[in-house]
């Protein structure tokens, strides 16, 4: 399984890194003190802050706990999609820090400025929204154009037994015996996928590429793209499949916006050369096996999503 959400689970942050450790952090990457800081996240996979310090733009500080060290080869995913003209933060430093035994990985961020879509999705026009989702499409048929050298993997594995007999006892237990059989026909067409089709061509992935990474700006213009730390090898169909998935209410039904804004820069069919349903049961399918439950709204887009797959 390559989902996002299934190697990392949508836990929240529930530890708070102390002021000292985050101040010597951010004094050792931009030479002043902190004057202010203020916390941006309340829960999520890691602790994210911004940070003011004196005579210098506002910065960005994310503080990831991991047994291995965290956001290194970010920096340079986000360069590569910088050069192929894909807006990114400037990465000002990542320290990885041994606190009472345990990991802290740093990244300090620019802060761009920006609402992203996610947020302004329900403030904007029908035209303006359908042209932002176009927009994100040509960024990301330019990041699809970079060879990848590093970063995350992202492969598509055939499911195991028993994570089969999870997924279909949690859909038949929340949404009933329909969508069970649902689950278990997209478990079947996604290891006949994988078990009889070549692996598909490699290009550089985000890994996360959804509307609440985009930030807008007040000319109604993408001006940074955010969280690359999932970036990596992939099938370009890796992230238009995720989009289907969870790009949230309103927007994960239009991936035909998308795919019109990827054709500008390439031909998304060539890009994806089939491959959207099987990464995108996979993705379901992780969604649906989380060991903290999804909501029941979530639950079912994974269902619709997969039976719009195999025809049911």
Excluded at 1 to 28: L, N
Excluded at 85 to 107: A, I, M, R, W, Y
Excluded at 213 to 235: K, M
Excluded at 269 to 284: K, L, N, R, T, Y
């Amino acid at each position: 399984m390559v989902s996002v959400e299934e190697q990392h689970p949508a836990d929240s942050t529930t530890k708070t890194t102390p002021r000292p450790v985050i101040d010597s952090v951010v004094r050792s990457v931009c030479g002043r003190e902190v004057e202010r800081l203020i916390r941006l996240t309340s829960g999520g996979l890691h602790e994210t802050y911004r940070v003011e310090v004196p005579n210098h733009v506002p910065v960005v500080v994310r503080i990831a706990r991991r047994p291995v060290p965290w956001f290194t080869d970010e920096e340079h995913a986000m360069a590569q999609a910088r050069g192929v003209g894909v807006p990114t933060p400037d990465v000002l430093g990542v320290e990885q820090v041994d606190h009472d035994g345990e990991l802290l990985s740093f990244s300090i961020l620019r802060l761009v400025r920006g609402r992203s879509l996610d947020e302004l999705a329900g403030e904007l026009s029908e035209s303006d929204l359908e042209q932002l989702v176009m927009d994100s499409g040509e960024l990301l048929a330019r990041l699809h154009s970079v060879a990848p050298d590093r970063g995350m993997p992202h492969e598509l594995e055939p499911p195991g037994e028993r994570f089969v007999a999870r997924v279909v006892r949690v859909a038949d237990q929340a949404l009933g015996p329909a969508a069970a059989a649902v689950v278990e026909r997209g478990t079947e067409l996604l290891r006949g996928e994988v078990m009889t089709r070549p692996s598909p061509r490699l290009s550089l992935a985000h890994g996360d590429w959804l509307p609440k990474h985009f930030l807008i700006d007040d000319e109604r213009a993408i001006v940074g793209v955010i969280d690359w730390e999932f970036a990596g090898p992939a099938s370009p169909a890796f992230d238009l499949a995720h989009w289907e998935v969870a790009a949230g209410d309103g927007l994960h039904d239009r991936s035909d916006l998308l795919r019109l804004g990827y054709a500008r820069v390439a031909d998304p069919d060539a890009a994806d050369a089939g491959w959207v349903p099987a990464f995108a049961i996979d993705f379901a399918l992780g969604v649906l096996g989380w060991k903290n439950p999804a909501s029941p709204a979530r639950l079912r887009r994974c269902v619709d999503v997969i039976a719009r797959h195999v025809g049911g």
